[in-house]
């Protein structure tokens, strides 16, 4: 049976180390992952996407539209703009913010967190939302929004968190591996 994850968000966010995070926790346990990312136009700020698929029936990188479990969003508008993958009664773990494109400032056109969320809940999506940057910013650094998403994700049933754990000891340097665990924790303590 595969595992089907996208991670989306903007450049700078996290989402490739959170892809590679959720790679090797399935690796270290002996399955099969293939993966791909891409990345928008502008290396911070651009649309990033990474596909994760793990299972021995998996061969393509990318998953097709309408067989993504979960989607784990760092922003609420890059939800929005893949909710096409996810499957009927799949789960959207988002982080309700919202960065604003430079065309919504330039056009006037602004929209906020609870319209995306609220979109996403009408395509039929089980959307648990969070506010990952307010826990990431009390334990300590905006930098660790990603592993508070990745526990919060850990919920849903699709990623295991002592696999998430152990994957964060192999992939992040020693010095910020506590408060890597300590987001993972947060992330998964919060009340859904």
């Given amino acids: 049976m595969a595992k089907n994850i996208l991670i989306c968000g903007v450049g700078g966010q996290g989402t490739v180390l959170a892809a590679k995070v959720i790679s090797q926790a399935a690796v270290s346990t002996g399955q099969k992952v293939v993966s791909a990312e891409t990345i928008g136009m502008a290396q911070r700020g651009g649309s990033v996407t990474s596909h994760v698929r793990i299972g021995d029936e998996v061969f393509s990188p990318l998953i097709p539209n309408g067989q993504a479990d979960l989607i784990i969003a760092f922003e609420a508008s890059e939800a929005v703009r893949n909710i096409d993958f996810l ?42 939302a969070l506010d990952a940057d307010q826990i990431a910013r009390r334990i300590g650094s905006p930098k660790v929004v990603n592993m508070v998403l990745l526990g919060a994700a850990t919920k849903m049933g699709v990623i295991s968190k002592d696999e998430i754990l152990c994957a964060i000891k192999t992939l992040v340097k020693p010095d910020f591996y506590e408060l890597n665990v300590n987001a993972v924790n947060e992330g998964e303590s919060v009340s859904l």
């Fill in 87 to 128: 499957k009927k009664n799949g789960t959207v773990v988002v982080n309700a913010k919202i960065v604003q494109p430079t065309t919504a400032s330039l056009t006037g056109k602004i929209f906020g967190a609870d319209e995306m969320i609220s979109h996403l809940k009408k395509a039929g999506a089980k959307v648990v």
